[in-house]
């Protein structure tokens, strides 16, 4: 069964960075196109981003700070988040492309932003 482990999350401040990972266990990788998710306190689960084996896919919204890639050789998804905000306040799940409340999901990874 596909297994998804995430990691790289904490306390920033304000303008800070991170790079949040996960990696996905049970599958052949490269062969998946990969997504990242959060969900901040109150509201349901928001996608950010995809990554294929030749394409990434940004939310609208956000573009510029947030960039995904991966790494075939290590299993491994990331996330790199840039100017954060206290609004990115949020756990950050990985998980395929369209998943839902039924499919398998990892712990997360949270992330806060506070000064």
């Known amino acids: 069964q596909v297994q998804f482990v995430e990691s790289g999350g904490g306390l920033v401040q304000p303008g800070g960075s991170l790079r949040l990972a996960c990696i996905v266990r049970?599958?052949?990788?490269?062969?998946?196109?990969m997504a990242w998710y959060r969900q901040a306190p109150g509201k349901p689960r928001e996608f950010l981003a995809t990554i294929s084996t030749t394409m990434t896919n940004y939310l609208e919204s956000k573009q510029g700070r947030f960039t995904i890639s991966r790494d075939n050789a290590k299993n491994t998804v990331y996330l790199e988040i840039h100017n954060l905000v206290p609004e990115d306040t949020a756990v950050y799940y990985c998980?395929?492309?369209?998943?839902?409340?039924?499919?398998?999901w990892g712990q997360g990874t949270q992330v806060t932003v506070s000064s």
């Open positions: 049970g599958i052949i990788f490269r062969g998946y196109e």
């Open positions: 998980n395929f492309p369209h998943s839902g409340a039924l499919d398998p």
